[in-house]
């Protein structure tokens, strides 16, 4: 069974993607190391080049790239996001890359409103008096965040936010 904080969305991963061998793998020690997570993105590369897709590639920040594919070729754009959907299941993509974000920026398992809060106060965003009560409302209310948060400096408040989400401990 899985250890830790993760434990509980680990065994429900695990239930859910039952029938994939390579996510099993992976989930099996409770973590998702580096190497798992580079594994799979080959996994998704190979089969998009299997499939004909080519020139996709991963960027620095983990976001795949698939250029619009060769004048000639026999792949239309409908059939491409097809082939890049079933290549992401077939490797696990949703579930790995999900959690290994979430278990690195969050190993605690901390209530994530309460991360991005004291984000937004470490990096000046907002006034050091900004509650996690606060900022769940503005997440709740219809409002874009970058206009429901109270900024300190509303010209780079809503660049803090964006590092805040790509990395709530940064």
């Not at 949703?94 to 190993?107: G, H, K, Q, S, Y």
């Not at 937004?120 to 006034?127: F, G």
Request: hydrophobic share 35%; proline share 7%; with cysteine.
């Amino acid at each position: 069974a899985a250890e830790g904080p993760w434990a509980a969305d680990i065994e429900q991963a695990r239930s859910e993607w039952a029938s994939n061998e390579f996510v099993q793998s992976v989930l099996a020690d409770s973590a998702i190391s580096e190497a798992e997570l580079q594994d799979m993105r080959q996994r998704v590369l190979s089969c998009l080049t299997d499939k004909g897709v080519t020139g996709a590639s991963y960027g620095p920040s983990g976001t795949l790239s698939v250029p619009d594919q060769p004048v000639g070729s026999s792949i239309s754009e409908e059939q491409q996001e097809e082939f890049i959907h079933a290549c992401s299941i077939d490797a696990g993509e949703p579930i790995i890359e999900a959690l290994e974000f979430d278990m690195r920026v969050n190993p605690d398992h901390r209530d994530i409103n309460e991360l991005y809060t004291q984000c937004l106060i470490r990096n000046k965003a907002v006034e050091p008096s900004f509650t996690v009560q606060e900022f769940t409302r503005a997440r709740e209310s219809e409002t874009p965040l970058e206009s429901a948060l109270p900024f300190i400096d509303p010209s780079q408040g809503p660049d803090i936010w964006q590092r805040c989400v790509e990395d709530p401990s940064k």
